[in-house]
């Protein structure tokens, strides 16, 4: 099973765009979907993560212009990102982790690529 990504894309300063994240085969017992991203020359950092129960926690670079949000049925991850800065460009890479009787596994999706600029 892999994670797909897509809608990443080009957008000007203060634009948005939405991403979305979903495997390619059914994945039970994820209790955990999160969105990471990584500009060129840096680490790789959490961007937005929500966890099965609901609760969500943010980068405060992005608190209030980014939503994530989930699809249990479709075990589809969303990120909503708004008001768009030149220092949001990065890949942007979806993780989803599934915790069952058998163990922990993460999965990583391959990234989406976001450009801002005008």
């Known amino acids: 099973v892999q994670l797909q990504a897509s809608g990443g894309g080009l957008v000007q300063p203060g634009g948005s765009l939405r991403l979305s994240c979903a495997p390619s085969?059914?994945?039970?017992?994820?209790?955990?979907m999160g969105w990471y991203r990584q500009a060129p020359g840096k680490q790789r950092e959490l961007v937005a993560e929500?966890?099965?129960?609901?609760?969500?926690n943010y980068a405060d670079s992005v608190k209030g212009r980014f939503t994530i949000s989930r699809d249990n049925a479709k075990n589809t991850v969303y990120l909503q990102m708004s008001s768009l800065k030149p220092e949001d460009a990065a890949v942007y890479y979806c993780?989803?982790?599934?915790?069952?009787?058998?163990?922990?596994?993460?999965?990583w999706g391959q990234g989406t690529l976001v450009t801002v600029s005008s």
């Open positions: 993780r989803m982790r599934k915790s069952d009787w058998s163990g922990v596994q993460d999965y």
């Open positions: 085969g059914r994945i039970f017992s994820i209790n955990y």
């Open positions: 929500i966890r099965s129960g609901g609760s969500t």
